[in-house]
């Protein structure tokens, strides 16, 4: 997707490993996110950044923290992988404060085995 | 408890036919409501976005409708390509203006398939 990749696309680990994800936007948007898409739920918001080093927790945040240094890269980091991490995660970002549009990266599917 | 209600789950059409996809929402305070598409691999794209006070809202053959009294929105499809083989996404944003810091309520999604 223009202006916002993630890496890895796909990654495999082992439990109790700690796990990084990055996004880089191009767009210098003030706002980036982090969700994590399962099987038979919404996406659901993990972590998400209003600026650099300003960042606040979501929905399921538990196991997981994230920093933001510039304001074009918003890590995300599994301090310890567990199997119920094994999902896809999106990044997405956005710079308008009226109406919110989002655009989301490709995704990084992680396997925790 | 906010929630957003997708059906149906899938959908298998005929290349070149008409669908709708619906959405029910339980969402308050509620600032606007997005569709998005997501093909398979990708991240979600956005199809439209509808505040309270827009009813309806047209991106090529995607028609969104939005009831605001009742809490419903669909999406309609018309003449149908492969191409629009993907999930369809309906999304609610909770709170009082449109921030990005709002809330954000993701339904589960409709697969729909177009075959040829």
């Known amino acids: 997707d223009a202006g916002i990749t993630q890496s890895p696309r796909h990654k495999v680990t082992e439990t109790g490993t700690p796990v990084t994800l990055r996004c880089h936007q191009t767009e210098n948007h003030r706002y980036m996110y982090w969700y994590r898409q399962d099987p038979g739920h919404g996406l659901r918001l993990i972590h998400y950044?209003?600026?650099?080093?300003?960042?606040d927790k979501g929905e399921v945040s538990d196991g997981y923290s994230v920093s933001r240094s510039k304001t074009e890269d918003f890590l995300l980091t599994l301090e310890s992988a567990t199997s119920s991490q094994t999902s896809v995660y999106f990044c997405?970002?956005?710079?308008?404060?009226?109406?919110?549009?989002?655009?989301f990266g490709s995704g990084t599917r992680l396997t925790v085995v | 408890k906010n929630q957003v209600e997708q059906s149906p789950q899938s959908l298998i059409i005929l290349e070149g036919k008409n669908c709708t996809l619906q959405?029910?929402?339980?969402?308050?305070?509620?600032?606007?409501l997005r569709w998005y598409k997501q093909d398979t691999g990708r991240g979600p794209v956005s199809l439209t976005i509808?505040?309270?006070?827009?009813n309806t809202k047209s991106n090529g053959r995607y028609t969104a409708t939005l009831d605001a009294d009742t809490k419903q929105s669909s999406l309609h499809i018309t003449a149908s390509q492969l191409s629009d083989s993907a999930s369809y996404i309906c999304?609610?944003?909770?709170?009082?203006?449109?921030?990005?810091?709002?809330?954000?309520?993701f339904g589960t999604g409709t697969l729909l398939a177009v075959q040829p």
């Open positions: 959405c029910n929402y339980t969402v308050s305070p509620f600032s606007n």
């Open positions: 997405a970002i956005s710079g308008q404060l009226k109406r919110g549009g989002y655009t």
């Open positions: 509808m505040t309270f006070s827009e």
């Open positions: 950044s209003y600026g650099v080093k300003d960042t």
């Open positions: 999304v609610v944003s909770e709170g009082d203006y449109g921030g990005a810091t709002n809330k954000l309520i």
